[in-house]
């Protein structure tokens, strides 16, 4: 095994915004701009954000349910983002999906065991033998009883659903599993359960995970490395810990600070950031997060900030915290650097002090 | 810290053993098994449990907002500035919500008429609950919108509800629930449906709000995390049942009831170690169609013995001003 | 007879159009839009001019009917196609590597034939309708063959000497419309699965 299991490069989607035949120009909305990352076998990578950040399109253009506009997406060094119809079917293989809502990504009509199998038997024919027994082989794997195959979805709970989900996405050995939001419509107890299969799966079956989610407790517990994406791009991408523990881009850092802890005895609700996340078809020239930022200068208004590594590892997307251009400024800017006015980085520390604890 | 011992004080809101039923074709549903709370003048309550645990019926039952065809309350009493809401004709209910109790829901987009303006939605409640004219109404109303802070007020009066964000339309629902000062206000999920940095907002001018007027809070949620930030005292439901009350401080430092224990533990939390095992609670939640015998979580405890499998646990003090309905709540608070 | 040959005609015919352009957007453009031009068609006034190009026949009465009342079939399909292809579970079985073919036999054409058989009962209903109504005018089936329609049509000239050669064929024709159509509900509960769980 050479180079990282799956490679996203320079991926972008817009949609245009209604059909052109009168008009010259179509507005687009740019849900996805320019996202590179990669994952290694049997590794985890979260990737956060709210809504209209361009996540689930991230999940949607790995699996090929949407076609990209721009960008490669590499399978073992294969790009999945160029092939023909026939080709792509066997690549399917590799990567599977679980999706957010139990209730309507299981087809009402048919039965828990039928659901599973299909996969597999989109590749092979099988006999009703066979069937039964792969059926309850894969229910055993999410850890629930074989006699569950001749339900149908609306004799489940939700929790039982979300399993079904999952060994379906089970049933092909795929060696990577897109989660879009996989937990988040689920109860807090049953929520829990279906994190524990997920890493007990990890474990057993060595699969890599795409793990998307807007719930930053889930994605630190799951999570390997983690990136941050705002208005269609990567912000901040760095191991797990280091994020939570220091965030550099002013957006991690006021999501981080937005989530709420559960325990009563932590300083309460600090000044939560400003303003509401802007539209995807005209988004803010420069830094997208500029009109929210406390830190923007006049450079934010006007050019793109690059993604600029940093000395632990991390890329970070800020004119501020990350100055590109400079090959000696690798270690990062934080809020109370010298060469920033004391009153932004006086609105910072109040946050600050909270994130870091 | 201060804040939490200003908890005591004058009760406003007195609900004794609830009970509301729903019915379907063939089945009877006992959403809610019989709850008793108080609201105290000022304060906020947190309503927190899974989803089905009856805490949204709790909030319809009080202020008789259930569909009449299918649910019904069929005891227990409200009392609400010694009046008993359940006994209250239809015409005198509608004179106290809205304008001595208020409310605000998940889906701001739903709970927002598309076909008025804002400004005209919330002038309309303050002509329905005072002799406001048209025009003064719609001055409160601008204030109001500047109270909740939504940026460019006397712009956004008009505006229709399609035409502003989810934060700003829950901004929109919080000004026409506080346009009247209600004594209390309910609110249900108010944030569930919205990003984060925008949750901590709305959270934020919640807690603002009711710090300078005084209103009283329900505030009904799922989720720990928001219970943590913003309430003084917590009801734990179960299954139609309160399971837990205590004061927020008290209730995620010594949970006493296995339940409690277990949704605490099973958040995924930073402060613990990672890629370990969440501990989790097995097993599902029970139908309400069939009547339960003894404690309704008895199934799924670890603590569960051969009581808690035959006798319904009621609600006894455990501490001050910290209540559970457990049999063994002290093996609980010990663990 | 008729009314049933032409119900199937158009539920078949539209039912193809349908799902064609619910997945195909060029054809949706171009079809749906000579689909709305069929609507604007009366039907009788369609039928008699075909007939008249061809001569009277069961055949081509049963297309003559089956024309005008495919384009209502074909909408209401595309609509329900669009609505669940954007359904996960759709673009679950395409993750799970399903071809399309497979996943519009398996989970998008079920989902059609509860509607579809609402429909076809309207359909055949006023296909039978339709065809008394031609009938009656002397343009539908051959005098020869009976239908009610030419029933009602010979017994106008008596009238008023034997009204009840007119009523009976009248009642029959209503109550049969009558019966199709409770049919068509019917059949849509026995179809529909949340019906199914309420019971």
Redesign the interface.
């Known amino acids: 095994m050479s180079g990282p299991l799956l490679k996203v490069e320079n991926l972008t989607k817009h949609y245009p915004l209604g059909s052109g035949i009168f008009k010259k120009t179509i507005p687009v909305i740019r849900a996805v701009e320019d996202v590179s990352f990669s994952v290694e076998a049997g590794e985890t990578l979260c990737i956060v954000g709210e809504s209209g950040c361009g996540k689930s399109t991230v999940a949607r253009l790995l699996m090929r349910l949407v076609e990209p506009t721009g960008g490669r997406v590499l399978i073992d060094g294969t790009d999945i983002a160029g092939l023909k119809k026939d080709a792509l079917h066997a690549w399917r293989r590799r990567m599977q999906m679980v999706f957010q809502d139990p209730y309507s990504s299981l087809n009402p009509r048919l039965t828990a065991g039928q659901i599973i199998t299909e996969p597999v038997e989109n590749f092979e024919r099988l006999g009703r033998r066979q069937r039964q027994a792969l059926a309850a082989d894969l229910l055993r794997n999410v850890g629930m009883s074989p006699e569950m195959m001749h339900r149908l979805p609306s004799e489940l709970s939700g929790g039982q659903r979300q399993r079904v989900g999952i060994a379906r996405a089970l049933a092909l050995r795929p060696s990577l599993i897109i989660a879009d939001e996989a937990v988040s419509a689920l109860d807090v107890s049953v929520q829990a359960q279906i994190l524990n299969l997920l890493l007990d799966l990890q474990q057993q079956m060595g699969i890599s995970f795409v793990f998307i989610s807007h719930d930053l407790g889930v994605v630190e517990y799951i999570g390997r490395r983690v990136a941050v994406m705002y208005l269609g791009r990567i912000v901040e991408l760095a191991q797990c810990e280091a994020l939570f523990a220091k965030p550099v881009h002013p957006y991690t850092e006021a999501l981080i600070a937005a989530a709420p802890v559960p325990d009563p005895t932590r300083a309460r609700l600090a000044t939560p950031v400003e303003g509401e996340v802007p539209s995807p078809i005209n988004p803010p020239t420069g830094c997208a997060f500029h009109p929210r930022c406390p830190l923007a200068v006049e450079r934010c208004r006007i050019d793109v900030p690059p993604l600029v590594p940093m000395a632990d590892g991390r890329v970070v997307a800020c004119h501020v915290r990350a100055p590109a251009g400079d090959a000696r400024h690798l270690a990062p800017v934080t809020g109370d650097h010298p060469l920033y006015p004391v009153a932004m980085s006086d609105t910072l520390s109040i946050r600050a002090s909270r994130v870091h604890r | ?1 201060q804040m ?1 011992q200003t908890v005591g004080g004058d009760v406003l809101l007195d609900v004794r053993d609830l009970q509301t039923h729903f019915y379907g ?1 063939d089945s009877v549903t006992r959403a809610l098994g019989g709850i008793s709370f108080q609201v105290k003048k000022g304060e906020t309550l947190g309503v927190v449990g ?2 089905g645990c009856g805490k949204s019926v709790t909030a319809l039952s009080i202020l008789r907002l259930l569909p009449r065809l299918t649910a019904k309350t069929v005891g227990g009493q409200v009392r609400f500035h010694g009046r008993n809401l359940l006994e209250l004709s239809d015409r005198e209910m509608r004179q106290i919500r809205g304008d001595q109790i208020a409310m605000i829901f998940q889906e701001p987009m739903t709970s927002l008429n598309p076909v008025y303006t804002v400004g005209h939605q919330i002038a309309e409640v303050i002509q329905i609950h005072t002799k406001a004219s048209r025009s003064v109404a719609m001055a409160r109303a601008g204030e109001m919108l500047r109270l909740v802070r939504i940026a460019d007020p006397e712009r956004r009066v008009n505006n229709y509800p399609h035409e502003i ?1 989810g ?2 339309r829950q901004r929109a629902m919080i000004a026409m629930a506080l346009a009247c000062s209600p004594e209390l206000l309910i609110a249900d999920e108010p944030t569930t449906a919205l ?7 709305i ?2 001018l919640i ?1 603002d709000l009711k710090e300078r007027t005084g209103t009283a809070v329900m505030f009904i949620t ?9 309430c003084q005292r917590v009801i734990v439901m179960y299954a139609g049942r309160i399971v837990e009350q205590a004061t ?2 008290d ?3 010594r949970p006493a009831h296995p339940y409690t224990q ?3 533990r ?6 613990r170690a ?2 370990r ?6 097993g ?2 029970p139908s309400l169609r069939e009547p339960i015998t003894g404690c309704s979580f008895a199934p799924r405890c670890p603590f569960a013995t051969d009581i808690c499998r035959e006798k319904t646990p009621s609600l006894r003090d455990v501490g001050s001003s910290h209540a559970t309905a457990c049999w063994r709540a002290e093996e609980v608070m010990g663990a | 007879m008729v009314g049933l040959m032409s119900a199937a005609f158009a539920a078949l015919g539209g039912l193809l159009i349908g799902i064609i352009a619910g997945y195909n957007r060029p054809f949706d453009n171009i079809v749906m839009r000579v689909m709305d031009g069929l609507m604007s068609i009366p039907t009788i006034l369609l039928a008699i001019a075909l007939i008249s190009l061809t001569g009277p026949g069961i055949g081509i009465l049963i297309v003559a009917i089956a024309i005008p009342e495919t384009p209502a079939v074909a909408r209401l399909v595309r609509s329900v196609v669009l609505g669940v292809r954007e359904r996960p579970y759709v673009e679950a079985a395409l993750c799970g590597g399903a071809r399309l073919p497979k996943v519009i036999w398996r989970h998008i054409l079920p989902s059609t034939i509860p509607p579809l058989m609402v429909q076809s009962a309207t359909v055949c209903a006023s296909a039978i309708l339709t065809e008394a109504g031609l009938s009656f005018l002397g343009v539908g089936v051959p005098p020869e063959i009976p239908s009610w329609g030419n029933m009602i049509a010979s017994s106008r000239l008596y009238l008023a000497i034997a009204p009840l050669t007119i009523f009976a064929p009248g009642i029959c024709l209503a109550v049969t419309v009558l019966a199709v159509n409770l049919l068509g509900d019917g059949l849509r509960d026995l179809f529909d699965p949340h019906a199914k769980r309420r019971r």
Do not use: K, N, W, Y
């Open positions: 810290m939490h074709e899974e989803s964000s934060g700003m990003d984060v940095t925008i949750q901590a907002q959270l934020r807690v799922h989720d720990l995390g928001v219970v943590a930030e913003t927020v401080i209730l995620f430092a277990g949704l605490l099973s958040v995924p939390d930073r402060r990672r890629h095992r969440l501990p989790e609670i097995p599902i939640v």
